[in-house]
């Protein structure tokens, strides 16, 4: 286990974390290959500053190589991430000041998404503002029936931005117009429908679990391969799409991880 706010992590393990205000906890299952990344704010609802900001972008740059898939949630069983620090936020008094905090919120974001293994976002409460583009930028989200969603910027003075433009590949323009403009809140099962999450369930660690454990059956070079496709297609037309999995293909028997899988999968059938 080891604990961060902002400065870089220890090797793999570390003694117990020191609590601090506002900081990031990050612990691993070594037992099914798990990290577990908690942002460990719970008194303000697990909102996020520019220091833990920092601190999150580096949890996820550290996960070891050896995990197989991460799983993001929050402290408590109140909110998932609340969104940016409102106060933080109420102090800024320039446009740079502005570029800089909201540039954090991109970095966190970016450092999840270039993760190399899937990133399961366990929503476990309220999920606003930064929270909600933190939750589009994992691999996938689960929700506990109670969990709570919203973009109330709008009601602040400023607009959603950064990886609130993954929403609409998510959940449709139309959608993300009605998230964005109006600023309402809406419950997870709301927010399954319009395909904002994969899957609503009463015991969140049960489910996560599940997850992790058909992730941990597939190949790793893979999952990897696989996770990195996808978000290059979102970014290619489809023609390029489809061109980019043709080396991907091919690039899988540069180890004997298909061959010894294929061959494991071919004995059990017989």
């Known amino acids: 286990m080891s604990c961060i706010e902002g400065t870089a992590i220890p090797p793999w393990p570390t003694p117990p974390p020191q609590r601090w205000r506002a900081h990031i906890l990050i612990t691993t299952d070594f037992s099914d290959a798990t990290a577990r990344i908690t942002v460990a704010n719970d008194r303000k609802l697990n ?10 972008a580096a949890a996820f740059a550290a996960v070891p ?13 109140r909110a998932f991430i609340g969104g940016a620090d409102i106060n933080e936020m109420g102090r800024i008094e320039t446009p740079a ?16 998404r270039a ?12 999920c606003l503002g930064a929270g909600l583009e933190i939750a589009a930028a994992c691999d996938l989200r689960i929700a ?43 419950d997870a099962a709301e927010m399954e429908r319009w395909g904002l999450l994969e899957r609503v369930a009463d015991d969140l660690d049960a489910a996560c679990a599940e997850w992790c454990a058909l992730i ?20 290619l037309p489809l023609s390029q799409a489809v061109a980019a999995g043709i080396p991907a293909f091919a690039a899988s028997w540069d180890s004997d991880e298909p061959r010894a899988m294929m061959a494991g999968f071919l004995h059990r059938k017989r």
């Open 47 to 56: 909102t996020l500053g520019s220091t833990s900001l920092g601190a999150l």
């Open 65 to 77: 190589g050896t995990a197989r898939a991460v799983i993001l949630t929050g402290e408590g069983d």
């Open 97 to 112: 000041q502005g570029q800089a905090f909201i540039e954090g919120v991109h970095a966190a974001c970016a450092a999840i």
């Open 115 to 126: 993760c190399p293994v899937p990133v399961i976002a366990r929503i476990n409460g309220w």
């Open 144 to 186: 506990a029936t109670t969990a709570r969603f919203g973009m109330p910027e709008v009601r602040v003075g400023i607009p959603s931005v950064v990886e609130a433009a993954l929403l609409p590949g998510l959940i449709g323009w139309g959608r993300t117009r009605r998230l964005l403009l109006l600023g309402e809140t809406f």
């Open 216 to 235: 941990a059956e597939a190949g790793p070079a893979a999952i990897r391969r696989q996770k990195a496709l996808i978000t290059a297609w979102e970014d």
